[in-house]
């Protein structure tokens, strides 16, 4: 009897750890979504020419980039992939403008 209450406390204190983690992971998400929220009201010509840019690309090219920042994301944080799907793809498409903006700054224009 005593092992399987080890047992139970083991895996309670796992399930607590697990839901600590999914919700710091939240939070962190939710603070840099943010962050580029306030980044890009600060610079609203900066989310319209991001905007402007990911109009322009080809549906493949659009794709392409979706699955490079949707990868992105769920590399550095891999509690994303059990988000729903309207919960997850404001930050990717906010993430697609974002990266085209600057690689417009950097590289200049990358539409046509």
């Given at each position: 009897?005593?092992a399987?209450?080890?047992?139970?406390?083991?895996?309670?204190?796992?399930?607590?750890?697990?839901?600590?983690?999914?919700?710091?992971?939240r939070?962190?998400?939710?603070?840099?979504?943010?962050?580029?929220?306030?980044?890009?009201?600060?610079?609203?010509?900066?989310?319209?020419?991001?905007?402007?840019?990911?109009?322009?690309?080809?549906?493949e090219?659009?794709?392409?980039?979706?699955?490079?920042?949707?990868?992105?994301?769920?590399?550095?944080?891999?509690?994303?992939?059990?988000?729903?799907?309207?919960?997850?793809?404001?930050?990717?498409?906010?993430?697609?403008?974002?990266?085209?903006?600057?690689?417009?700054?950097?590289?200049?224009?990358?539409?046509?």
């Amino acid at each position: 009897m005593g092992a399987v209450q080890q047992y139970v406390h083991e895996a309670l204190q796992a399930f607590d750890r697990i839901r600590r983690d999914e919700e710091e992971a939240r939070q962190i998400q939710a603070e840099r979504e943010e962050a580029g929220r306030r980044r890009m009201e600060e610079e609203p010509e900066a989310e319209r020419k991001g905007k402007e840019l990911l109009n322009a690309l080809s549906v493949e090219e659009r794709q392409a980039l979706y699955e490079e920042v949707k990868n992105d994301l769920l590399m550095k944080f891999p509690q994303v992939s059990g988000w729903k799907p309207e919960a997850i793809e404001p930050a990717i498409e906010a993430r697609m403008v974002s990266r085209l903006f600057q690689k417009s700054q950097t590289e200049g224009c990358v539409c046509g």
